[in-house]
């Protein structure tokens, strides 16, 4: 049975940081790409980042790039998202993703089979 687990989440001061994990447990392939989503109250679900499967392919949305950054330790689907100066467009439910992409990732809900239950990230200005 495949489980993700999202966990980290909180409220911080604008301009503040957050670091959040997720940890995917189950699967068996190591083709597994893993993304995080995130949704606010009112708008779509979107990608942020992603990190393929296999080799190193990372992406970012335009609007986190230079302030989020996605890692993996040691355990392969154990990653976590350090996201530093947050501001008020950054608050939302963050979603942990799972996908057999292989050497991709990508931005695409459709393309992600088992999804973790969100943790809330909140910035106060």
């Known amino acids: 049975q495949v489980q993700v687990a999202e966990s980290g989440g909180g409220s911080v001061q604008s301009g503040g940081s957050l670091r959040i994990s997720c940890a995917a447990r189950?699967?068996?392939?190591?083709?597994?790409?893993i993304a995080w989503f995130r949704q606010a109250p009112g708008k779509e679900r979107e990608g942020v980042s992603c990190l393929a499967g296999v080799g190193s392919t990372t992406h970012y949305r335009d609007s986190v790039k230079g302030r989020f950054t996605l890692s993996r330790n040691n355990t392969k689907y154990d990653v976590f998202l350090q996201m530093n100066n947050l501001q008020p467009d950054d608050p939302a439910v963050y979603y942990c993703?799972?996908?057999?992409?292989?050497?991709?990732?990508?931005?695409?809900?459709?393309?992600?089979?088992?999804w973790g239950q969100g943790t809330q990230v909140s910035v106060s200005s």
């Open positions: 189950g699967l068996r392939s190591d083709h597994y790409a």
């Open positions: 993703a799972v996908g057999l992409l292989g050497r991709v990732c990508t931005f695409r809900r459709a393309d992600y089979v088992y």
